[in-house]
């Protein structure tokens, strides 16, 4: 059985990946509820929950009949690459190299493609078509990081409680104030799980080529701080290249 600190980071990578995922779905739901109507949002997006749980019933028992050194290698090396997409957008966005999502903007353009198709005979399916997209494939991403960040330790239903959690947090508090939620600091989210996920990368990718961690679990601290030093380093590199032609120019 993990320790508690492996528990705690593992329902913590899975509560905040899912919070960001769950805020861009639900901008969409709540753009085609407002807008079309709160049937096809809502038939949209349980035909979605249910194609993800099909798809979780039918393969995520396949994960017990690999060989559990060659799951750790291969989830590893798939959530280095996962965590690092995140981190590098991250970083970017914090340095003002690319924009910053804004919920405000996607709720905006959502509801105002809806309406342009609010005369069209097929409007209250396009608008179902787009919960139903939204769903799936912010799901999918949920799903991926669930049995990422649990399988290889057995923690799949711990990992699934902070996602849960996520949901639940995110649905109500939409629910109740109406509104996209552009309040959730999103970018420092996708920061904090992009250090998350390259680090439980990086510790299980390693164990998957056989290699013991010094202090076992408890290593998992010590690449979480050389992640998030690095991207500290990295992003006040960017900053100082940035400011550089404008310190010139003044001068």
């Known amino acids: 059985m993990a320790d508690l600190s492996t528990i705690l980071s593992t329902v913590t990578a899975a509560f905040l990946a899912s919070v960001v995922e769950v805020v861009e779905a639900f901008t969409i739901i709540l753009a085609v509820g407002l807008t079309r109507g709160w049937r096809p949002a809502f038939i949209g997006s349980g035909l979605a929950l249910g194609l993800l749980l099909v798809l979780v019933l039918v393969f995520g028992p396949l994960l017990t009949l690999v060989p559990i050194h060659l799951v750790q290698f291969l989830v590893g090396s798939l959530l280095i690459l996962f965590g690092m997409r995140w981190l590098r957008k991250a970083i970017l966005r914090s340095a003002g190299i690319i924009a910053l999502h804004d919920e405000e903007k996607a709720f905006a353009s959502e ?7 609010k005369d069209e005979r097929r409007a209250d399916y396009l608008a179902g078509l787009a919960a139903f997209k939204a769903v799936l494939l912010e799901g999918a991403e949920v799903i ?41 600091p999103e970018n420092t989210l996708k920061f904090v799980v992009g250090i998350m996920l390259t680090s439980f990368g990086i510790f299980w990718t390693a164990e998957g080529v056989g290699a013991d961690w010094p202090g076992a679990d408890l290593a998992l601290l010590a690449i979480f701080a050389i992640v998030a030093g690095a991207a500290g380093v990295i992003l006040g590199a960017i900053r100082r290249l940035q400011a550089k032609p404008l310190a010139g120019a003044k001068s």
């Open 111 to 117: 509801t105002a493609q809806l309406a342009r198709q």
């Open 144 to 184: 991926f990081i669930v049995i990422a960040v649990g399988a290889t330790r057995g923690l799949t239903l711990y990992a699934g409680l902070g996602a849960l959690a996520a949901l639940i947090l995110v649905m109500l508090i939409g629910l109740i104030v109406h509104r996209p939620l552009s309040a959730v």
